[in-house]
């Protein structure tokens, strides 16, 4: 089954997109929730490259890799990925209020739909209000 999750981010595309591919960016906004953490990124944005992001619980009794590699990379408007047996395509379009960014993902037997759509989600959301903090301060 494919998921997806989007959120319009009020920023240029080329700051959504540096804040999407870099790692110290991913570090700020890639948690789903403020008792998570992520505490090393790795992106090597080309097509066969390889990323991997470190999640971890903040008080330490968890964590795990999301790695996986790029297949496809259309600068400004899409990113393609494999993560184990699963893919993912993250589209970068151009909407009314600044950037959509919308993420399809395929889903895993172990979380409910619900969680999973829903920790994808808040992710986004951080990283929607990372950009436009950011873009506040620059």
Not at 49 to 74: C, H, L, N, V
Not at 109 to 121: D, I, K, L, N, Y
């Amino acid at each position: 089954m494919r998921i997806t999750v989007e959120t319009s981010v009020a920023a240029p595309i080329n700051q959504v997109w540096r804040a999407y591919t870099t790692p110290s960016d991913i570090m700020q906004w890639n948690a789903a929730s403020n008792d998570w953490h992520t505490t090393r990124a790795t992106v090597d944005l080309r097509e066969g490259g390889a990323f991997s992001s470190r999640m971890e619980a903040k008080d330490g009794s968890i964590g795990f890799d999301f790695a996986g590699t790029y297949t496809k990379i259309d600068e400004h408007k899409r990113i393609e990925y494999a993560f184990g047996d699963r893919k993912a395509e993250v589209e970068f379009v151009p909407g009314p209020k600044g950037i959509v960014v919308r993420i399809t993902f395929d889903s895993e037997a172990t979380h409910s739909v619900e969680q999973q759509q829903g920790g994808w989600q808040a992710i986004l959301d951080n990283f929607a209000r990372h950009v436009e903090a950011r873009k506040k301060t620059s």
